[in-house]
């Protein structure tokens, strides 16, 4: 099966503010094709123009190195999984938090042994 998308390198395409530090986890463009850069350093969401403008970035404050996983609703909104955290929270595109799914800090009852890896889970548990 052949894709339809075709990606290209375009060097210097991202501008960046001073200080600012780039290690990508994961991205997503928007349906108004805007990007997002989720990160594990410093400024954890960075949203950029279409042509690689830096437009703002924040989280800073609310994710941990373990920020995991980043979707874009239908609604715009901005979905993000924090492994670390053990939530999942939803935010609009400028960054505000709308919602947190799970308990900051607290891992679901599932029997995980990080030790053991993911052959430990026994059971499913809230709210996941």
């Known amino acids: 099966m052949t894709s339809a998308f075709r ?7 991202e501008k960046l503010p001073p ?3 780039m290690e990508t986890y994961k991205e997503f463009v928007s349906i108004r094709r805007t ?6 350093r410093d400024s954890r969401v960075i949203v950029y ?4 403008t830096f437009v703002t970035s924040w989280g800073e404050d ?3 190195p373990s920020v995991h996983w980043i979707e874009i609703g239908m609604d715009d909104s901005v979905y993000i999984s924090d ?3 053990h939530t999942v929270r939803k935010f609009n595109r400028q960054g ?7 308990t900051p800090g607290v891992p679901s009852d599932t029997g995980f042994d990080s030790q ?10 809230a709210p996941f």
């Open 116 to 125: 053991k890896g993911l052959t430990s889970i026994t059971r499913g548990g």
């Open 35 to 40: 990007v997002y850069l989720v990160t594990r």
């Open 19 to 21: 200080g600012y530090a």
């Open 83 to 85: 492994l670390g955290d």
């Open 49 to 52: 123009e279409r042509d690689g």
């Open 62 to 64: 609310i994710f941990t």
């Open 96 to 102: 505000k938090q709308l919602m947190v799914i799970g």
């Open 7 to 13: 990606y290209e390198v375009i060097e210097g395409w």
